[in-house]
Nanobody
Framework: QVQLVESGGGSVPAGGSRRLSCAAS????????MAWFRQAPGKEREWVGT????????IYGVSDKARFTISKDNAKNILYLQMNSLKPEDTAMYYC??????????????????WGRGTQVTVSS
């Protein structure tokens, strides 16, 4: 079993930056892709981006993806989300998710059956 624990959230002034971490533990060899999602109060969950382990490539779902960078430290099994030029509308609970290799084919969106508990990011204007 794999466990995901997010950290790095907090209060940030508009225009600032924040790096979130998602530490994966357990049998992480089974995970073929990992992703970040976010959910603002009263809104649906939004996909931020997915990193594929096999290729090391990342695809992003947010419209202004230039402000977001997903990376991974494979030695430490930590997925990062670097966020720059933060805006109040970036305020949300940020979640890390992971999926097994066979469901990370890069052709269809992974179902992401494993989730962390989230970390809150609040951007003040």
């Amino acid at each position: 079993q794999v466990q995901l624990v997010e950290s790095g959230g907090g209060s940030v002034p508009a225009g600032g930056s924040r790096r979130l971490s998602c530490a994966a533990s357990g049998d992480t060899r089974t995970m073929g892709c990992m992703a970040w999602f976010r959910q603002a109060p009263g809104k649906e969950r939004e996909w931020v981006g997915t990193r594929y382990q096999a290729s090391g490539g990342t695809i992003y779902g947010v419209s202004d993806k230039a402000r977001f960078t997903i990376s991974k430290d494979n030695a430490k099994n930590i997925l990062y989300l670097q966020m720059n030029s933060l805006k109040p509308e970036d305020t949300a609970m940020y979640y890390c998710a992971a999926e097994r290799w066979r469901l990370c084919d890069g052709l269809t969106p992974p179902p992401f059956g494993l989730w962390g508990r989230g970390t809150q990011v609040t951007v003040s204007s």
